[in-house]
């Protein structure tokens, strides 16, 4: 009897060999990358911690929202103030704008009688109570910006340069007979304030602007103020409401002076 595993007869090998045992990862020791595998790679077991680039990228991150926040509302902080400022500046604009409107067309063409006879002037001449120039400009009015005591004003607005160089137009208030006086700021935020006067000749047809007036006996038609900033010329053109001479107004004697009879 033959030998079936003898050299004659080799055996014949199989066409699907058996898988040897499975192993832990897999069938035949070939471990699977499956859901489990990367659960446990990525560590999620309860031992997940930040690397020191993330937290490097976090702390940048967060610094920079925090920057942005800051400076949107530092922003608008000073948004608000230049608002207010803006605010304030135009409504002592028009208040200013409108004392000056209020004090001319109340204007009251009061003269003086000049019973002393000082160098320059005739005794019992008629000096009027209204001047004016380019700088500077007074007259009598029953309008009074702090209204405290009812009666005749006299008020002088005056044009003078602030340390900043730019011009300041000043108010100043005194009750007719006293010498108590009161003084406030106007207008500052311009680069130039003057006056101008309207001038008609009784011969002439038409009116010019002049800088300085030196009638004595009559009052301009019109006063312009001008306020320049930069190449804007806001001009405020008043009209004076009384038209009579000021030799045929009202006489006032100041006190420690005897009205001639």
């Known amino acids: 009897m033959k030998n079936p595993l003898s050299r004659e ?14 192993s832990k990862g897999g069938q035949g020791g070939i471990k699977k990358k499956g859901v489990k595998g ?9 031992d997940y911690g930040f690397t020191l680039l993330e937290l490097l990228i976090s702390i940048v991150m967060l610094g920079i929202i925090i920057l942005i926040v800051t400076g949107a509302m530092r ?3 000073r948004s608000i ?5 803006k605010a304030e ?3 002592r604009f028009k208040a200013s704008l409108n004392i000056i409107d209020s004090q001319i067309q109340s204007l009251l063409p009061l003269t003086s009688n000049n019973s002393n006879n000082e160098e320059g002037t005739e005794e019992g001449t008629v000096n009027s109570n209204f ?5 500077s400009l007074q007259f009598s009015t029953n309008y009074s910006i702090w209204g405290v005591q009812k009666g005749y004003v006299t008020v002088s607005y005056d044009v003078s340069s602030e340390d900043t160089g730019k011009p300041v137009l000043s108010a100043t208030e005194n009750i007719m007979g006293t010498e108590e006086s009161k003084t406030t700021k106007l207008l500052n935020s311009f680069d130039e304030i003057y006056f101008d ?3 008609k000749d009784p011969t002439e047809e038409e009116g010019k602007w002049i800088e300085e007036w030196t009638d ?7 006063i312009r103020l001008h306020l320049v900033k930069g190449q804007r010329d806001l001009s405020l053109i008043i009209p004076v409401r009384v038209r009579q001479s000021n030799v045929q107004s009202s006489n006032i004697t100041f006190e420690g002076e005897e009205e001639e009879e």
């Not at 103030?81 to 400022?85: L, R, S, T, V, Y």
């Not at 004595?216 to 019109?222: C, F, G, R, T, V």
């Open 131 to 135: 001047t004016g120039n380019r700088e």
């Open 9 to 22: 007869n080799p055996p014949v090998p199989l066409n699907n060999p058996p898988l040897p045992p499975f």
């Open 38 to 46: 990367r659960l446990r790679k990525r560590g999620l077991r309860g």
């Open 197 to 199: 006067y309207f001038y």
């Open 89 to 91: 500046s135009l409504e």
């Open 216 to 222: 004595d006996a009559n009052l301009p038609e019109k």
């Open 75 to 77: 922003l608008g902080f």
């Open 81 to 85: 103030d230049a608002g207010e400022k």
